[in-house]
């Protein structure tokens, strides 16, 4: 997918994105807090674009997928969220890929085995937020596995997905966000990581959802 330049004019807002938006700008942080630690004391914007944070393909295999058991996958997960170090090493740098399937002429997501497979994974490590980089392409597909997608449009640098808003998708979205402020808070992420992060997805939300 194409993503949208950062010089075009911010896209319409979005009911579901700036809920999320507000959850994180709004973060309840402990007042014992403080911002000493491994995170990066500048905002998020310039971190992303600094030279030393290079993407990282978070790859899954159709043989994964298909054998559908999320052990292995979730134990690897869970190395990122072990310590403040690893939360904030790979702060916004994941990209989601699932190899095996380039044969079909669909998105991953519009995929059943797929979706189901991400969700499994969801149920028991709901992080996404935190680690996946904020670009329209990754919440394209973090939104899309999230929820079922009626069609995925890419139209020049905009690129817009139509998604059923469900009742039980709603809520693991509304998970996803709460558990990421959780992790923020037990990992001792300054307040303006959980700030910045929230406008960055949020733009992106409101790009492909307008």
């Known amino acids: 997918m194409n993503t949208k ?10 009911q579901l994105a700036d809920w999320m938006h507000q959850q994180f700008i709004n973060r309840a942080a402990p ?17 992303l674009s600094h030279s030393s944070q290079t993407p990282i393909d978070l790859t899954f295999s159709r043989h994964e997928v298909k054998q559908g058991r999320v052990g292995a996958a979730i134990d690897r997960l869970m190395d990122l969220t072990d310590t403040p170090s ?23 997501a519009q995929i059943p085995e797929i979706a189901h497979y991400f969700q499994a994974i969801t149920a028991h490590w709901p992080y996404w937020m935190h680690f996946l980089s904020p670009q329209a392409d990754n919440i394209a597909t973090l939104l899309n596995l999230t929820f079922k997608p009626l069609s995925v449009k890419v139209d020049g640098g905009r690129v817009n997905s139509h998604i059923l808003l469900t009742e ?25 990581i959980t700030a910045t992060m929230g406008s960055q997805l949020r733009h992106a939300l409101c790009l492909l959802l307008a």
């Open 168 to 192: 039980p998708a709603i809520l693991n979205f509304q998970n996803m966000t709460r558990a990421t402020i959780n992790l923020h808070n037990c990992m001792g992420a300054p307040q303006h």
């Open 5 to 14: 330049p950062s010089t075009y004019p911010d896209p319409p807002p979005h």
């Open 31 to 47: 007042s014992h807090m403080s911002s000493n630690g491994p995170w990066p004391d500048s905002n998020l914007a310039h971190v």
């Open 86 to 108: 690893a939360c904030a090493r790979n702060l916004s740098r994941m990209r989601l890929a699932f190899t095996g399937y380039e044969r079909y002429q669909l998105e991953i």
